[in-house]
């Protein structure tokens, strides 16, 4: 019932009132704080989840509509578990569950141990004088600003007064724009609305456009765009094209990392390029690579004191935040290389961009793992090889990733060459190895 990013699923299909009850009797260990995006089915989850915790004896405490990492925040300065109902990026017909401890994600172990249990319907009430309390925390978001304001430099920002829109289209309308403010910025909010969701949620070219077509417009020096629940950000540079992930990530890690004295560790995921690898190396950084999912950049994060973690995707995990991703914070820090480094359509420049695939095949959940594994016993290519999350063969020019989506129907399969040529030789094999086995 677990996939990368706790439990996700089609309203009343997968995912249910039913379920959110069971789920809130299951979870808890100690109070619970539980926010939710601003998808139709966020506020019945939430009432059938919150019942669920005071049946079994906890207290809540309820924020209401909130981003995925004020959540976690919230649950780290309240030192207790979590629950945020979003389904991230999904179209609005999704929802789903994400569980936090202390401002992390909780640990599979846990996950694992709730599965458990929902199979075997282990329900408990408590007596009818001990159900739980509904609590109020009215400063968790100012609390989230606080603790970022924290972490950026504001008088180098207010210097510059950079004019940045924001495309919020859900909870980061709550605090984004605010906060953004705050640390010196010019800001244009666009699709504020929490009623719903004013465009799809993924933050990509497409879904966009509204975005990049009004940084352009307003002459703004960038545009930064949420997913679904604001653990990521996407920037858009002042010509209104998006920023290629893979640049930046690399931006954001050297902007992190540059200048550090002694040791430093970087956690990055199995999807990482090429470009990302040579920020790092270039400035005499460590790394690490997980499996996709920040829970497990979180743990490898904690376990060698790293400064910083993030996936291409534009999940970052910064060492001093909350340890799970931060796309406001992300928004923020964004604001910052801008005021230190200049337009990012010229820092771009800065990195060689290697030629790129990057493809999805249909495979239904119930089979794509199996079609992975089978993928994986095949495969016959020369390289370094990595089997933890699906397969990636490093090669000397370059490297490829076969993996199942943690989130959606799909094998993903990503390529990066040097050279043109071989990128089209490696991916026509690839290719075929893959339609074949579906
Ligand atoms: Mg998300």
Request: charged share 30%; proline share 4%.
């Amino acid at each position: 019932m677990f996939g990368t990013s706790g439990i996700r699923g089609i309203y009343g299909k997968e995912v249910n009132e039913e379920l959110a009850v069971k789920i809130g009797n299951i979870f808890p260990k100690e109070t619970v704080v539980v926010a939710r995006d601003i998808r139709k089915s966020g506020k019945t989850l939430s009432m059938a989840l919150i019942s669920g915790i005071l049946s079994k004896g906890y207290d809540v405490i309820d924020i209401g509509i909130a981003t995925t990492p004020t959540l976690a925040l919230a649950s780290k300065n309240m030192n207790c578990d979590g629950i945020m109902i979003t389904a991230s990026h999904n179209p609005p017909e999704y929802n789903g569950l994400k569980f936090f401890f202390k401002g992390g994600e909780i640990p599979k172990e846990r996950e694992l141990e709730i599965a458990e249990k929902y199979k075997n319907e282990d329900i408990a009430f408590c007596s009818w004088n001990k159900i739980g309390k509904i609590q109020k925390y009215e400063d968790a978001v100012l609390d989230h600003i606080k603790l970022i304001k924290k972490m950026i430099d504001i008088d180098l920002i207010k210097k510059k007064n950079p004019k940045v829109v924001l495309d919020c289209n859900g909870p980061a309308s709550l605090i984004a724009p605010k906060l953004m403010e705050e640390i010196g910025c010019k800001v244009i909010p666009i699709n504020t609305s929490i009623e719903k969701f004013e465009r799809a949620s993924e933050p990509n070219k497409k879904n966009l456009s509204g975005l990049l077509k009004k940084v352009i417009e307003t002459g703004a020096d960038f545009g930064i765009g949420y997913d679904g629940d604001a653990d990521r950000a996407i920037v858009v540079d002042e010509t209104g094209c998006i920023l290629p992930f893979d640049v930046q990530l690399a931006l954001i890690i050297e902007n992190e990392i540059a200048g550090l004295a002694g040791e430093k560790k970087v956690v990055t995921t199995i999807e990482a390029s090429l470009i990302v690898k040579e920020a790092i190396e270039k400035n005499n950084a460590e790394y690490a690579i997980t499996p996709v999912g920040s829970i497990f950049v979180s743990k490898e994060m904690k376990k060698d004191n790293g400064i910083f973690g993030g996936e291409p995707c534009g999940e970052y995990i910064f060492k001093n935040g909350v340890s799970s991703p931060d796309g406001i914070l992300t928004g923020a820090k964004f604001a910052e290389i801008f005021c230190r480094c200049g337009k990012f359509s010229k820092l771009i420049k800065k990195y060689a961009q290697h030629p790129i695939v990057r493809e999805k095949f249909e495979c239904e959940n119930s089979k794509k793992y199996e079609v992975v594994e089978k993928i994986k016993g095949k495969i016959n290519i020369e390289g370094e090889k990595r089997v933890d999350d699906g397969i990636r063969i490093d090669q000397k020019d370059g490297w490829f990733l076969i993996r199942a989506s943690g989130t959606e129907p799909y094998i993903r399969l990503t390529m990066e060459y040097k050279d043109d040529k071989k990128l089209y030789e490696m991916h026509r094999c690839i290719f075929e190895l893959i339609k074949s086995n579906i």
